[in-house]
């Protein structure tokens, strides 16, 4: 038997899979933790006050940062994927992204103007290079079990969901309640504990994700028999024209905005610059791209418009469903009464006792079993590993002692108070951290999943047009949910009391939303390409997400000026209006896109 043939990896399984599966599970749980972490801060830092100790920033500023600053996270992993298959291999790229991640998150902490700007391109790159090649690993350890990998993505995932909802959930409570450095420097800590748990680990994946070398080349080259269609000169012009006005705009968009225009590289073409530079930029990337289709054959050709419509289509969901961190985060601190009393205050403690401590006691269990696995051969890694889960247990079982003691149902002594770091108080008050909404939709995620995976293997199984539509539509509730929520929220008006029912409605619609199209789109790059495009088209694939996450910054900026002239629930109510517009165009264009697909589904 070769070193590297898959049955090696199944010879020491946890839970029915390799232990190198969750060596991957853990390093993607830290670093989700810490990309949510920091993400569910970055608005609230920037439009709170000097006072509480945020940068004072207007909500459009901010927006169009943040909007900038996720864009160019998806788009950092087209170069992070081709140095990884071309350069440095997986394993590095997952160690560089990691470092680069770490060193991030801390100077976002330091909280100076350079620290910050400097946290976020270093957060940038280093997402480029771990993104996409953790999924690459975990595709080559499976490339012979095809019947398992479907299972092993679904594991994967939960420690996704996982490691987002505990760092909003902690990452956010500590920004929010003791002080912003904290939040951001805690996100750093986490992601250094996975990349050191990463690198102890690597040998249990044999030799997937090397660098690639003279021999490993050959044979890749030798399995690839499809016919290449090289790009030409004039379309590689084009290319670096396209990307070069792109990757400029989405830098001095928030440049312009920020320097008031003393900083604008487009300045010489007139007020419109950035809309003209953009407009050329994707006006050059269309040509480039209908003419590429004209290349191939007409099934080929057909199939490609196809999966070109899905990434149109979600270009208008992400811009809509990544209001999470942005207006719809505005809106939980500014707009919605988060403070609890009596009966309601007891429901709150238990429920996120509840949902604090089972899932990470279940986390805490599949680490055992990995432990037990893996301690022999790998000893240091799972003591680093341990030590986060000690870490992590600590501050949460602490958030919930501060949140008890603060609502009345604690009594703490002066001297465990000042051990703990807890601030003494003479009030009984429970208020909800306006980062905790955002936790909703991994909850949501975990507990629904499952109820979509088999509905999507059932007769019931719609079509990919139909699970757009009907996902569209979903966001569609969500938004109409807080826009009916605000209604009563005059125009102009900067504080509200708002339920904090729409809220968790919102999340509800909008998490079914995201299982009903997110799953589905790659899913069919996958389907529909040929193998020879698949990197082609997953680059236009993750353009298209880039340009939806600035599209929910640029939709996040005009939210003052819309809430100050209509009123803030005219600004959700044009969010639902799109929703729908979006979900019935994708039902109506369902015979034509079936025709397309030639079968596939």
Same mark, same amino acid.
């Given at each position: 038997?070769?070193?590297?043939?898959?049955?090696?990896?199944?010879?020491?399984?946890?839970?029915?899979?390799?232990?190198?599966?969750?060596?991957?599970?853990?390093?993607?749980?830290?670093?989700?933790?810490?990309? =949510?972490?920091?993400?569910?801060?970055?608005?609230?830092?920037?439009?709170?006050?000097? !006072?509480?100790?945020?940068?004072?920033?207007?909500?459009?500023? *901010?927006? !169009?940062?943040?909007?900038?600053?996720?864009?160019?996270?998806?788009?950092?992993?087209?170069?992070?994927?081709?140095?990884?298959?071309?350069?440095?291999?997986?394993?590095?790229?997952?160690?560089?992204?990691?470092?680069?991640?770490?060193?991030?998150?801390?100077?976002?902490?330091?909280?100076?103007?350079?620290?910050?700007?400097?946290?976020?391109?270093?957060?940038?790159?280093?997402?480029?290079?771990?993104?996409?090649? &953790?999924?690459?690993?975990?595709?080559?350890?499976?490339?012979?079990? +095809?019947?398992?990998?479907?299972?092993?993505?679904?594991?994967?995932?939960?420690?996704?969901?996982?490691? @987002?909802?505990?760092?909003?959930?902690?990452?956010?409570?500590?920004?929010?309640?003791?002080?912003?450095?904290?939040?951001?420097?805690?996100?750093?800590?986490?992601?250094?504990?996975?990349?050191?748990?990463?690198?102890?680990?690597?040998?249990?994946?044999?030799?997937?994700?090397?660098?690639?070398?003279?021999?490993?080349? !050959?044979?890749?080259?030798?399995?690839?028999?499809?016919?290449?269609?090289?790009?030409?000169?004039?379309?590689?012009?084009?290319?670096?024209?396209?990307?070069?006005?792109?990757?400029?705009?989405?830098? #001095?968009?928030?440049?312009?905005?920020?320097?008031?225009?003393?900083? #604008?590289?487009?300045?010489?073409?007139?007020?419109?610059?950035?809309?003209?530079?953009?407009?050329? @930029?994707?006006?050059?990337?269309?040509?480039?791209?209908?003419?590429?289709?004209?290349?191939?054959?007409?099934?080929?050709?057909?199939?490609? $418009?196809?999966?070109?419509?899905?990434?149109?289509?979600?270009?208008?969901?992400?811009?809509?469903?990544?209001?999470?961190?942005?207006?719809?985060?505005?809106?939980?601190?500014?707009?919605?009464?988060?403070?609890?009393?009596?009966?309601?205050?007891?429901?709150?403690?238990?429920?996120?006792?509840?949902?604090?401590?089972?899932?990470? *006691?279940?986390?805490?269990?599949?680490?055992?079993?990995?432990?037990?696995?893996?301690?022999?051969? =790998? *000893?240091? %890694?799972?003591?680093?590993?341990? &030590?986060?889960?000690? $870490?992590?247990?600590?501050?949460?079982?602490?958030?919930?002692?501060?949140?008890?003691?603060?609502?009345?149902?604690?009594?703490?002594?002066?001297?465990?108070?000042?051990?703990?770091?807890?601030?003494?108080?003479?009030?009984?008050?429970?208020?909800?951290?306006?980062?905790?909404?955002?936790?909703? /939709?991994?909850?949501?995620?975990?507990?629904?999943?499952?109820?979509?995976?088999?509905?999507?293997?059932?007769?019931?199984? +719609?079509?990919?047009?139909?699970?757009?539509?009907?996902?569209?539509?979903?966001?569609?509730?969500?938004?109409?949910?807080? @826009?009916?929520?605000?209604?009563?929220?005059? @125009?102009?008006?900067?504080? %509200?009391?708002?339920?904090?029912?729409?809220?968790?409605?919102?999340?509800?619609?909008?998490? &079914?939303?995201?299982?009903?199209?997110? +799953?589905?789109?790659?899913?069919?790059?996958?389907?529909?390409?040929?193998?020879?495009?698949?990197?082609?088209?997953?680059?236009?694939?993750?353009?298209?997400?880039? $340009?939806? &996450?600035?599209?929910?910054?640029?939709?996040?900026? /005009?939210?003052?000026?819309?809430?100050?002239?209509?009123?803030?629930?005219?600004?959700?109510?044009?969010?639902?209006?799109?929703?729908?517009?979006?979900?019935?165009?994708?039902?109506?264009?369902?015979?034509?896109?079936?025709?397309?697909?030639?079968?596939?589904?």
């Amino acid at each position: 038997m070769t070193q590297n043939t898959t049955d090696q990896f199944f010879k020491n399984s946890v839970l029915g899979h390799p232990a190198g599966l969750f060596v991957l599970f853990f390093t993607e749980m830290w670093e989700r933790f810490s990309f =949510y972490g920091m993400r569910s801060l970055l608005i609230l830092f920037l439009t709170t006050s000097f !006072a509480d100790g945020g940068w004072e920033w207007t909500r459009e500023n *901010a927006s !169009a940062l943040f909007g900038s600053y996720v864009g160019l996270v998806y788009l950092s992993t087209m170069m992070g994927g081709y140095f990884a298959d071309k350069v440095i291999g997986f394993r590095w790229a997952v160690v560089v992204g990691a470092v680069l991640m770490t060193l991030g998150h801390a100077s976002m902490a330091v909280e100076t103007e350079f620290s910050i700007y400097l946290g976020l391109l270093l957060l940038v790159f280093g997402n480029g290079f771990f993104k996409p090649n &953790m999924t690459s690993i975990i595709s080559e350890m499976y490339k012979d079990r +095809p019947e398992k990998k479907d299972g092993a993505y679904t594991l994967f995932y939960m420690g996704v969901n996982a490691g @987002a909802f505990f760092g909003i959930l902690l990452c956010g409570y500590l920004g929010e309640k003791v002080g912003w450095s904290y939040g951001f420097g805690l996100a750093g800590i986490f992601m250094f504990f996975g990349m050191l748990q990463f690198w102890l680990s690597q040998n249990i994946f044999g030799e997937i994700g090397l660098k690639p070398n003279k021999e490993s080349v !050959a044979k890749a080259a030798a399995l690839d028999t499809d016919k290449r269609n090289p790009f030409t000169p004039w379309q590689l012009v084009v290319i670096a024209m396209s990307s070069i006005l792109g990757l400029l705009w989405i830098l #001095n968009d928030p440049a312009s905005k920020i320097s008031g225009g003393k900083v #604008n590289v487009f300045g010489f073409l007139g007020a419109n610059g950035n809309s003209i530079a953009i407009v050329t @930029a994707l006006v050059l990337f269309i040509i480039l791209l209908v003419y590429r289709f004209t290349q191939y054959s007409q099934i080929t050709r057909e199939k490609l $418009i196809a999966v070109t419509f899905f990434a149109f289509l979600t270009i208008f969901f992400w811009a809509i469903f990544e209001q999470s961190p942005n207006s719809l985060t505005i809106f939980a601190n500014d707009y919605t009464n988060r403070v609890l009393e009596g009966n309601w205050s007891v429901v709150f403690l238990v429920m996120n006792s509840l949902i604090t401590i089972l899932p990470l *006691a279940i986390i805490t269990f599949v680490l055992y079993l990995m432990f037990k696995k893996t301690f022999k051969d =790998y *000893a240091l %890694a799972n003591i680093i590993l341990s &030590m986060s889960f000690v $870490i992590i247990w600590a501050i949460a079982i602490w958030m919930l002692a501060k949140d008890y003691y603060t609502a009345g149902y604690l009594s703490l002594s002066d001297e465990t108070l000042a051990l703990l770091k807890i601030e003494k108080v003479t009030t009984a008050l429970t208020e909800v951290p306006a980062t905790w909404f955002s936790t909703l /939709n991994s909850l949501f995620i975990i507990t629904l999943a499952p109820l979509f995976s088999k509905l999507w293997e059932s007769k019931y199984n +719609p079509s990919a047009n139909f699970k757009y539509g009907i996902g569209m539509g979903l966001l569609a509730m969500g938004m109409a949910c807080i @826009a009916f929520g605000a209604n009563g929220i005059e @125009a102009g008006a900067k504080t %509200a009391s708002v339920s904090m029912i729409w809220l968790i409605l919102v999340y509800l619609f909008h998490t &079914m939303a995201e299982l009903c199209i997110s +799953p589905v789109g790659l899913s069919y790059v996958s389907k529909l390409v040929p193998a020879r495009m698949i990197a082609f088209m997953f680059g236009v694939w993750y353009l298209a997400v880039a $340009i939806g &996450m600035k599209g929910a910054g640029m939709f996040g900026e /005009n939210i003052d000026k819309i809430a100050n002239e209509h009123g803030l629930s005219y600004f959700f109510w044009m969010l639902t209006i799109i929703s729908v517009t979006v979900g019935v165009f994708s039902i109506l264009m369902a015979p034509v896109i079936k025709k397309l697909m030639h079968g596939v589904r």
